[in-house]
């Protein structure tokens, strides 16, 4: 199962340890999977999904964290989020 089948299944669990809807969290594993699909960057559709949905950094993280890790670009998160962060401070 990839990243966007366990945010959308988990959706409801995920919600809850976050404290948004589970209709957030699915949008948000919508909204970035139409912008990897449109050939953007990781970095890139993270940050603006994350941006899209006025969700802070840190909340995106732990929804992509929540899904679990798998055969997935995002299994690499701690980088990613801290190379998102620099690229935020520069």
């Known amino acids: 199962m990839d990243l966007f089948q366990n945010l959308v299944a988990n959706a409801p669990a995920i919600a809850e ?29 993270v940050e ?9 950094f840190d909340q995106f993280h732990e929804i992509l964290v929540l899904a679990g890790p798998g055969d997935d670009p995002t299994s690499n998160l ?13």
Do not use: C, W, Y
């Open 17 to 45: 340890k976050i404290g948004v809807s589970p209709d957030k969290v699915r949008a948000i594993a919508s909204t970035l999977q139409a912008k990897l699909l449109g050939q953007m960057s990781l970095m890139d559709a």
């Open 48 to 56: 603006a999904t994350a941006n899209e949905h006025d969700i802070p």
């Open 78 to 90: 701690g980088s990613l989020f801290s190379g998102l962060i620099k690229r935020r401070t520069i």
